[in-house]
């Protein structure tokens, strides 16, 4: 694997390398805390961040799978359209908006608006989440182990929610539906792929009360 330490190099520079290396070979990088917008755009490779990352850590994915060996700051994997991004300690505010595509792990806990207007990606936070989650979601599924704060999964639009623990409160536009088999074999396909531990037969699952929450 090959390594590259940022400590001393700008975000354009840093880009071009991940750019440019990540097609032969895994790219480990180091000492990225300071820039904002790493590995930004890439179609494929694959790419451990070693500590911690800052905002935007792979904004505009496009297949590429990311990994970060600590916590992330905000906006991470922001209008993802494919690939994978798995946080191994915890995503602050925002992290998997505007998603179109594509799976964000976040193995610790995430911030507030965590999967908003969420298109069709595939989120999972293995610990809590924060505030508004999965508001206004649009289509994909948002997965939560622990607990979720207020206003979970407000104005639903389309998409599945599921969660194993409690919420504050529940947002507008929220139905309870019971879990399928379906249901069921997807979050166990997910918890297999990823490595959780998580029993999906003890999740509720979330959906839309109207596709048109605006217009009653």
Known sequence: MKTIDAKNKDLKALNSALRGSANSTPVKVKNVSHLHGVAAGLKHGEIVIEGAAGDYLGVLNAGATIKVTQNVAKYVADNMTAG???????????????CYGGTVV???NAG???????KGATVIVCGNAGNE???YM?????IVVGDAGENFANYLIRGSVYICGQWKSIGQNTKIEPLTEEDIAKLRSYFE???????????????????????H
């Open 106 to 108: 976040v193995r610790g």
């Open 133 to 135: 989650v999965g508001t």
């Open 112 to 118: 507030d608006f965590t999967a908003t207007m969420n």
């Open 193 to 215: 792929t990823y490595q959780i531990e998580a029993d999906p037969a003890r999740f509720r699952k979330i959906v839309a009360a109207s596709e048109k929450p605006f217009y």
């Open 84 to 98: 994978t991004v798995i946080i191994e300690g915890d995503a602050d505010y925002g992290a998997g908006q505007y």
């Open 138 to 142: 649009l289509e994909g599924d948002l």
